[in-house]
């Protein structure tokens, strides 16, 4: 009798061993799996850095091109404004 209770002990143990290894080979496959998500994670991050400072020298190169054309557009509206006064001189001094 001690032989049939030693092999369903033995039995118990390499089914309970069994399920161990299946958690374990879950575990690892789920570990995995995270860790793929993780490195998609940080290679997406890293092109959004990378996006996020060619945005920023985008608009570096947009803002001064902006403050150009503003101060041109002003430059401009000072030399009409100039140019109406003399207009506006000449003809008073012919009238």
Do not use: C, P, Y
Not at 16 to 21: E, S
Not at 52 to 75: G, M, P, V, Y
């Amino acid at each position: 009798m001690s032989d049939g209770h030693d092999e369903d002990g033995l039995v118990a143990a390499s089914n309970r061993f069994d399920k161990a290894l299946g958690r374990l080979d879950q575990s690892l496959a789920d570990l995995t799996g995270r860790m793929q998500r993780l490195k998609r994670i940080e290679v997406d991050t890293q092109r959004l850095v990378q996006e996020r400072a060619r945005l920023a020298t985008e608009l570096d190169k947009t803002s001064a091109r902006a403050k150009r054309l503003d101060d041109s557009a002003h430059d401009v509206s000072r030399r009409l404004v100039e140019a109406m006064e003399t207009v506006r001189a000449v003809l008073a001094k012919t009238e």
